[in-house]
T-cell receptor
Framework: GQQVMQIPQYQHVQEGEDFTTYCNSS?????IQWYKQRPGGHPVFLIQ?????EVKKQKRLTFQFGEAKKNSSLHITATQTTDVGTYFC?????????FGQGTRLTINP | GAGVSQSPRYKVTKRGQDVALRCDPI?????LYWYRQALGQGPEFLTY????????KSGLPNDRFSAERPEGSISTLTIQRTEQRDSAMYRC?????????????FGDGTRLSIL
C-alpha cells in the first residue's frame, strides 16, 4: 500500500535558524497536504499542493511539491518559538490521506 | 464552538468491554474521517464517510471495529471486545465537501486506555 516517509523524525534548532522537513511517497500523489500539531493539540491544516513543481509561501514557510509528485518539503526561515510542534505531510493517492510520521521541531530560545 | 467535537475526551475501560466514541463534525461538512494516532506518530486512517455513506473502511483493523453516520452528521466509532492494543488517541476530522481534495479539520480526540 501507499507509504509516506518523513525525515528527520526530530529536529532541534536555535531560535532564528532555518528548518526543513522532507516527505517522500512510495507512489505518485494527486496532492499533498501539510499539517501542524502543537504539543497536546490536534493537527491543523496549513496548506495543500496539487501541481507538479508547485511552490507556495506562507510568511516564513515555503512548501514545495516535487516534479514527479512523489516528494515534498517544508522550509521555515528564521524559526521562532511559536513554530514549535510536529509537522506532518499527508499524501493523497486514490481516496484516502496517508500521513507521514511527522517531524517534531523543538527550539532553543 | 464551531469546531469538530469529540466525546468523551478520555475513556478508560477494562479489556473485553465495548466502547463507543462520538464525533460531531463542523455543521454542514459533508465528509467525516476517523483516524487513530499513536504517540509520536501521524494519524492512521481508519474509515471515512460522505454524508451517511461509508466510502472506505479499509483502515479498520479488524471486525471488532465499526463506524456509522446514520443521518450524515454525528458519527460513532464502536470497538467491541476491546483489547489492550486498542489503546490510542482516536481522532475525527471533517471536510467541507465530498471531494478528496479538501482540508481536514480535526477534533481534540478521544484518548482510549484499555486496562
Amino acid at each position: 500500500g501507499q507509504q509516506v516517509m518523513q525525515i528527520p523524525q526530530y529536529q532541534h534548532v536555535q531560535e532564528g535558524e532555518d528548518f526543513t522537513t522532507y516527505c517522500n511517497s512510495s507512489t505518485t500523489l494527486s496532492n499533498i497536504q501539510w499539517y501542524k500539531q502543537r504539543p497536546g493539540g490536534h493537527p491543523v491544516f496549513l496548506i495543500q499542493l496539487v501541481k507538479s513543481g508547485e511552490v507556495k509561501k506562507q510568511k516564513r514557510l515555503t512548501f514545495q511539491f516535487g516534479e514527479a509528485k512523489k516528494n515534498s518539503s517544508l522550509h521555515i526561515t528564521a524559526t521562532q518559538t511559536t513554530d514549535v510542534g510536529t509537522y506532518f505531510c499527508a499524501g493523497r493517492g486514490a481516496q484516502k490521506l496517508v500521513f507521514g510520521q511527522g517531524t517534531r521541531l523543538t527550539i532553543n530560545p | 464552538g464551531a469546531g469538530v467535537s469529540q466525546s468523551p475526551r478520555y475513556k478508560v475501560t477494562k479489556r473485553g468491554q465495548d466502547v463507543a466514541l462520538r464525533c460531531d463534525p463542523i455543521s454542514g461538512h459533508v465528509s467525516l474521517y476517523w483516524y487513530r494516532q499513536a504517540l509520536g506518530q501521524g494519524p492512521e486512517f481508519l474509515t471515512y464517510f460522505n454524508y451517511e455513506a461509508q466510502q472506505d473502511k479499509s483502515g479498520l483493523p479488524n471486525d471488532r471495529f465499526s463506524a456509522e453516520r446514520p443521518e450524515g452528521s454525528i458519527s460513532t466509532l464502536t470497538i467491541q471486545r476491546t483489547e489492550q492494543r486498542d489503546s490510542a488517541m482516536y481522532r475525527c476530522a471533517s471536510g467541507e465537501g465530498a471531494s478528496s481534495n479538501q482540508p481536514q479539520h480535526f477534533g481534540d480526540g478521544t484518548r482510549l486506555s484499555i486496562l
